[in-house]
C-alpha cells in the first residue's frame, strides 16, 4: 500500500488548507487511517484520525478547528484545516493501519505566516 500526502502549504493565520491522501489501495478495508504531524524538533504527533465505521477523534489542539473524512470512492482522506495558527506548522503525515501492518505517505509541509 502506497498513500500520496497532499495539499501542504503556506498559509496565512486565520486562513484554510486542506490536505488529501490518496491510498494505491481501496481504504474501506483499512481498520483506521490519519494524520499525524511533526514540527522541527518535537515528536511526531497524532492529529486526527477515522476508522472504517468513520469514527472520527482529534487532538485537543485542533478541536474544532479541523475536520477529517474519508471518500471510499476515491480511496482518499482528507483533513480540512480552518483557523491556522502558527503552532500547526509541521510536517503532516498520513497514516494507515490494516490488518495489523502500518503504512505511512511521505509528508506534506504546512507552513502558517503569523
Known amino acids: 500500500v502506497q498513500l500520496q500526502a497532499s495539499g501542504g502549504g503556506l498559509v496565512q493565520a486565520g486562513g484554510s488548507l486542506r490536505l488529501s491522501c490518496a491510498a494505491s489501495?481501496?481504504?474501506?478495508?483499512?481498520?483506521?487511517m490519519g494524520w499525524y504531524r511533526q514540527a522541527p524538533g518535537k515528536q511526531r504527533e497524532l492529529v486526527a484520525l477515522?476508522?472504517?465505521?468513520?469514527?472520527?477523534d482529534y487532538a485537543d489542539s485542533v478541536k474544532g478547528r479541523f475536520t477529517i473524512s474519508r471518500d471510499n470512492a476515491k480511496n482518499t482522506v482528507y483533513l480540512e484545516m480552518n483557523s491556522l495558527r502558527p503552532d500547526d506548522t509541521a510536517v503532516y503525515y498520513c497514516?494507515?493501519?490494516?490488518?495489523?501492518?502500518?503504512?505511512w505517505g511521505q509528508g506534506t509541509l504546512v507552513t502558517v505566516s503569523s
Open positions: 477515522i476508522t472504517s465505521s468513520s469514527s472520527t
Open positions: 497514516k494507515a493501519v490494516k490488518t495489523g501492518r502500518v503504512y
Open positions: 489501495a481501496g481504504i474501506s478495508s483499512f481498520n483506521v
